[in-house]
């Protein structure tokens, strides 16, 4: 759950620290107060976008801060260990946000910096935020086949995966099957290229690292004269004419004879024999690299004949004789491709079929579930939609296959288009009345009822998915009356699977809560300030009798209010008696 948010220069807010609880929380005010602003606040936490416009005028960045009480079993713990994060099921979770005025984000979890792909994979374990804007995406099909797959949990899970394995290399032979048969003309101008590169490259017989040698042998030949001057003028002068060394040595033999009569000499002594022998080593080294030098102008000129030949390849093929070398190891295995190209046609073609029927064997299997999971969403819906007063509505998940007229992959007897989604599409159906035939969601249902359903998906997949915290935003919308008291007892019902937080501007939900924030706005000078009150008992009263009778607070609208929240708390103590029963 959510236990703190902290809220810095956010928009019209300057600074807000709120303490929540389990349960349901509803947060009210007049229109522009900035409730919305809150649920922004959360969707930033959540890994939303941000913007340089969010941070409140005249300051340099604004500040969220979310303090999370995450159980130790949740997913969110495994995936921020997957992600490199040392964070620990012991602790509680901490993410912060910060927006600067030059539009650039700060993010970090438990004080570990975090790019916003982070949190963003992260924040979609801890808040669920439906808007109105969900309600356009419960309207299109296409999106309808994830929320499918979602309630089928595990099972469809591993399923789907298996066939998108499978898939995947489907499509890899499907695209070079592709190219390989509309290579054409190309095709024998690139054998003719290959051919000529690989024999030229061949006949040079190149080893790997021998333009190097080659250049340092280069070297030495080159400059074999200067190199034998130089070695023999420093030999000559270490030996001086064969005294050199002798001297040394003399001056060892004297520095020997004394030495016993006073320990300071030893380690001069001991210094000097070091370096005789050693400029005697020396000395040897020397002689024989003046014998060794050679003095060879012919292969010289093999040596630069041979550089040059590296020189033009390099040019053509690669920077050095390894990557000419590679180059030549690729296009080898490209020609022998195109030599024959036919047999590796037949090939393609035979594991392709092998992969398709694969795919379509697995696809079916999937399909099967899909169906099977389609049916028990519809029985849940509708369950949750007679709670809602729509008890006469009637729910249907199409699962069809994704028909391809001439496509070559056929599926019990029909030919289908595969995609990497399985051999289904998936499309929610509603008939709201009686005696009506089942349609797509966006042809029949109204506002107020696509509020009612998503809050019925709501409800089903806050089993599933885990996720502790669930915002609705203004998910009442459009419907009064039963149909509001409906919507207000699913809210609470809903929170004992979850923390709920809903902004709403109807009594009928406002009462139900077990927390109510009151968002207000004033202006103090120039500057326009946004409040957010935990309302008591009392206050609660007072709010509710406002949201009934508008501005004006009388002795009717506040027993009014008494009477709906009693009424309130007497239903949500019988939901909690059931419950217990239930666990029981």
């Given at each position: 759950?959510?236990?703190?948010?902290?809220?810095?220069?956010?928009?019209?807010?300057?600074?807000?620290?709120?303490?929540?609880?389990?349960?349901f929380?509803?947060?009210t005010?007049?229109?522009?107060?900035?409730?919305?602003?809150?649920?922004?606040?959360?969707?930033?936490?959540?890994?939303?976008?941000?913007?340089?416009?969010?941070?409140?005028?005249?300051?340099?960045?604004?500040?969220?801060?979310?303090?999370?009480?995450?159980?130790?079993?949740?997913?969110?713990?495994?995936?921020?260990?997957?992600?490199?994060?040392?964070?620990?099921?012991?602790?509680?979770?901490?993410?912060?946000?910060?927006?600067?005025?030059?539009?650039?984000?700060v993010?970090?979890?438990?004080?570990?910096?975090?790019?916003?792909?982070?949190?963003?994979?992260?924040?979609?374990?801890?808040?669920?935020?439906?808007?109105?804007?969900?309600?356009?995406?419960?309207?299109?099909?296409?999106?309808?086949?994830?929320?499918?797959?979602?309630?089928?949990?595990?099972?469809?899970?591993?399923?789907?995966?298996?066939?998108?394995?499978?898939?995947?290399?489907?499509?890899?032979?499907?695209?070079?099957?592709?190219?390989?048969?509309?290579?054409?003309?190309?095709?024998?101008?690139?054998?003719?290229?290959?051919?000529?590169?690989?024999?030229?490259?061949?006949?040079?017989?190149?080893?790997?690292?021998?333009?190097?040698?080659?250049?340092e042998?280069?070297?030495?030949?080159?400059?074999?004269?200067?190199?034998?001057?130089?070695?023999?003028?420093?030999?000559?002068?270490?030996?001086?004419?064969?005294?050199?060394?002798?001297?040394?040595?003399?001056?060892?033999?004297?520095l020997?004879?004394?030495?016993?009569?006073?320990?300071?000499?030893?380690?001069?002594?001991?210094?000097?024999?070091?370096?005789?022998?050693?400029?005697?080593?020396?000395?040897?080294?020397?002689?024989?690299?003046?014998?060794?030098?050679?003095?060879?102008?012919?292969?010289?000129?093999?040596?630069?004949?041979?550089?040059?030949?590296?020189?033009?390849?390099?040019?053509?093929?690669?920077?050095?004789?390894?990557?000419?070398?590679?180059?030549?190891?690729k296009?080898?295995?490209?020609?022998?491709?195109?030599?024959?190209?036919?047999?590796?046609?037949?090939?393609?073609?035979?594991?392709?079929?092998?992969?398709?029927?694969?795919?379509?064997?697995?696809?079916?299997?999937?399909?099967?579930?899909?169906?099977?999971?389609?049916?028990?969403?519809?029985?849940?819906?509708e369950?949750?939609?007679?709670?809602?007063?729509?008890?006469?509505?009637?729910?249907?998940?199409?699962?069809?296959?994704?028909?391809?007229?001439?496509?070559?992959?056929?599926?019990?007897?029909?030919?289908?288009?595969?995609?990497?989604?399985?051999?289904?599409?998936?499309?929610?159906?509603?008939a709201p009345?009686?005696?009506?035939?089942?349609?797509?969601?966006?042809?029949?249902?109204?506002?107020?009822?696509?509020?009612?359903?998503?809050?019925?998906?709501k409800?089903?997949?806050?089993?599933?998915?885990?996720?502790?915290?669930l915002?609705?935003?203004?998910?009442d919308?459009?419907?009064?009356?039963?149909?509001?008291?409906?919507?207000?007892?699913?809210?609470?019902?809903?929170?004992a699977?979850?923390?709920?937080?809903?902004?709403?501007?109807?009594?009928?939900?406002?009462?139900?809560?077990?927390?109510?924030?009151?968002?207000?706005?004033?202006?103090?000078?120039?500057?326009?300030?946004?409040?957010?009150?935990?309302l008591?008992?009392?206050?609660?009263?007072?709010?509710?009798?406002?949201?009934?009778?508008?501005?004006?607070i009388?002795?009717?609208?506040l027993?009014?209010?008494?009477?709906?929240?009693?009424?309130?708390?007497?239903?949500?103590?019988?939901?909690?008696?059931?419950?217990?029963?239930?666990?029981?």
């Amino acid at each position: 759950m959510l236990q703190e948010l902290v809220i810095r220069n956010l928009a019209v807010i300057e600074s807000v620290k709120l303490s929540f609880h389990n349960g349901f929380h509803v947060l009210t005010g007049e229109t522009g107060a900035g409730k919305s602003i809150i649920i922004d606040a959360l969707g930033l936490l959540a890994g939303g976008r941000g913007s340089s416009e969010l941070v409140r005028y005249g300051q340099d960045k604004a500040e969220i801060e979310g303090l999370f009480d995450v159980p130790a079993d949740h997913p969110v713990w495994e995936v921020l260990n997957r992600i490199g994060l040392e964070a620990s099921s012991e602790e509680h979770l901490i993410i912060r946000r910060e927006l600067s005025a030059q539009g650039k984000s700060v993010s970090r979890i438990n004080g570990q910096l975090v790019n916003l792909g982070v949190l963003r994979e992260a924040g979609e374990w801890l808040v669920n935020i439906h808007g109105q804007h969900e309600h356009q995406s419960l309207l299109k099909a296409e999106a309808h086949i994830g929320w499918l797959d979602l309630f089928g949990g595990k099972e469809i899970s591993e399923a789907k995966q298996a066939y998108a394995e499978v898939y995947d290399k489907y499509v890899s032979l499907q695209n070079e099957l592709k190219e390989l048969k509309e290579a054409g003309k190309q095709t024998l101008q690139m054998q003719d290229l290959y051919r000529f590169q690989v024999e030229e490259i061949s006949e040079a017989k190149l080893k790997n690292g021998e333009d190097e040698c080659l250049t340092e042998e280069k070297s030495k030949l080159g400059n074999a004269e200067k190199l034998y001057q130089n070695v023999n003028d420093s030999y000559e002068a270490l030996n001086a004419n064969g005294k050199g060394l002798d001297q040394l040595r003399k001056s060892l033999l004297k520095l020997q004879d004394v030495v016993a009569y006073d320990a300071a000499l030893q380690p001069i002594q001991e210094q000097m024999q070091t370096a005789f022998y050693q400029l005697e080593d020396v000395s040897y080294q020397l002689r024989d690299y003046r014998d060794e030098i050679e003095f060879n102008p012919a292969r010289l000129d093999v040596i630069e004949e041979r550089l040059s030949l590296i020189a033009s390849f390099r040019r053509k093929y690669g920077e050095n004789v390894e990557e000419i070398l590679a180059y030549l190891h690729k296009i080898e295995q490209e020609l022998s491709v195109l030599d024959h190209k036919e047999e590796r046609i037949s090939e393609l073609e035979a594991r392709l079929a092998v992969k398709q029927a694969e795919c379509v064997e697995l696809g079916r299997k999937l399909s099967v579930l899909r169906q099977s999971a389609g049916s028990r969403l519809a029985g849940s819906i509708e369950l949750e939609l007679k709670e809602l007063h729509m008890e006469r509505t009637r729910f249907h998940v199409a699962v069809n296959r994704t028909e391809q007229p001439g496509g070559a992959v056929i599926v019990d007897g029909a030919a289908v288009r595969l995609t990497r989604q399985g051999i289904d599409q998936v499309e929610f159906l509603i008939a709201p009345n009686p005696g009506e035939p089942l349609r797509g969601l966006g042809k029949i249902a109204s506002g107020g009822e696509l509020s009612r359903i998503m809050l019925a998906m709501k409800s089903i997949f806050a089993k599933v998915d885990q996720i502790p915290v669930l915002v609705f935003d203004e998910v009442d919308t459009g419907v009064s009356g039963r149909a509001a008291q409906a919507i207000a007892e699913r809210l609470a019902r809903l929170s004992a699977e979850c923390q709920v937080f809903s902004i709403t501007h109807l009594p009928q939900v406002a009462c139900m809560a077990d927390a109510h924030y009151y968002i207000s706005k004033a202006v103090e000078g120039e500057r326009t300030f946004t409040r957010v009150s935990d309302l008591n008992e009392e206050e609660r009263t007072v709010e509710l009798a406002r949201m009934l009778g508008g501005v004006e607070i009388t002795e009717t609208t506040l027993h009014h209010a008494k009477e709906m929240l009693a009424l309130a708390a007497s239903r949500k103590m019988a939901y909690e008696k059931e419950i217990k029963q239930i666990m029981a």
